[in-house]
Nanobody, 121 residues
Framework: VQLQASGGGLVQAGGSLRLSCAAS????????IAWFRQAPGKEREFVGLINLNDSTRYTDAVQGRFIISRDNARNTVYLQMNSLKPEDTAVYYC????????????????WGQGTQVTVSS
């Protein structure tokens, strides 16, 4: 069972990136999938999630800029990040939970390894 996050990189403020979270060994469409991020010296924080019914929820800081979607055929969840700001700089992690609407790290069973996103001003 593995989650693989990818797609990070360096982008200028105002730019866009799309992160991918690919699963192996299980089906992502059986789980709530969330993205978390961790900036240097800070706690890992919730970014957004997509439930089994494809409903989504985002933290206020990214609402209207980030979009989470899933492609069940590819067993992949995406995080489209638009209008990026320097404060979005962090390592981004995807995670899988059996709980609808889960926003706490403790509710997530599987974690990807993280992908670095750096936004320059």
């Amino acid at each position: 069972v593995q989650l693989q996050a990818s797609g990070g990189g360096l982008v200028q403020a105002g730019g866009s990136l799309r992160l991918s979270c690919a699963a192996s060994g299980f089906s992502l469409d059986d789980y709530t999938i969330a993205w978390f991020r961790q900036a240097p010296g800070k706690e890992r924080e919730f970014v957004g999630l997509i439930n089994l019914n494809d409903s989504t929820r985002y933290t206020d800081a990214v609402q209207g800029r980030f979009i989470i979607s899933r492609d069940n055929a590819r067993n992949t969840v995406y995080l489209q990040m638009n209008s990026l700001k320097p404060e979005d700089t962090a390592v981004y992690y995807c995670a899988a939970s059996p709980y609808h609407g889960a926003m706490r790290r403790s509710q997530y069973e599987y974690w990807g390894q993280g992908t670095q996103v750096t936004v320059s001003s």
